[in-house]
């Protein structure tokens, strides 16, 4: 993280601690959160379950988490990779040219809901995303779709096949440890 958000972060009384999360424990006490927000994280490590037990760990009995993934199967990355091109519309990596997708691990929502319940962790609420406007310049038609998409909230009828993600409030299950 940079010197401007350290100091913006000691300013509203946060103290920020740097993490590798793909190795070992957060160097945090057990059951001492009650709020932990894990957004477009558990798509860019290797072992989201190991990450998940920590969140687990750290989160006192009922804390929440909430937890965000994009959608890796949605209807767009289905129509590319039938079209020849894997084109993850979810990452960023369109905006550099790069031909590869930062994501090392790919959700649909069956996944990622069999993950969160693996966890140990109840679903409170589900939300599903799809944006106002996209960034990547390919999707000309998509700047019209996705108005349509959001208007309607179609996109929330198939979740499955139209969101481009998944937001979920869970709390952490009484009685039981994460897997």
């Known amino acids: 993280y940079t010197t401007l958000f350290r100091s913006e972060a000691k300013r509203r009384g946060v103290r920020p601690v740097r993490v ?5 424990r957060l160097p945090l ?4 959160f009650d709020l932990a927000i894990c957004y477009d994280v558990l798509e860019h490590v290797f072992d989201p379950m190991a990450l998940l037990a920590e969140i687990h760990r750290v989160l006192r009995p009922d804390g929440t988490v909430l937890l965000c993934v994009p959608n890796a199967f949605n209807l767009f990355n289905r129509l590319t990779f039938l ?3 894997y084109v993850d519309i979810m990452d960023t ?17 069956r996944l990622f809901e069999a993950a969160v319940a693996r966890a140990a962790f109840s679903v409170k609420s589900r939300h599903f995303y799809f944006p106002d406007a996209f960034t990547d310049s390919r999707f000309r038609l998509a700047g019209s779709l996705a108005r349509v998409f959001t208007a309607t ?5 198939w979740p499955g096949l139209l969101s481009l993600g998944f937001l979920y409030e869970c709390v952490k299950a009484t009685g039981g440890g994460a897997v």
Do not use: Q, T
């Not at 990596?93 to 929502?109: A, G, K, T």
């Open 20 to 24: 590798d999360l793909e190795r070992g």
């Open 83 to 85: 079209a020849g091109r």
């Open 29 to 32: 006490r057990s059951a001492s």
């Open 93 to 109: 990596s369109h905006r550099s040219n790069d031909l590869f997708s930062e994501h090392v691990r790919l959700f649909s929502r």
């Open 153 to 157: 909230g179609i996109h929330a009828l």
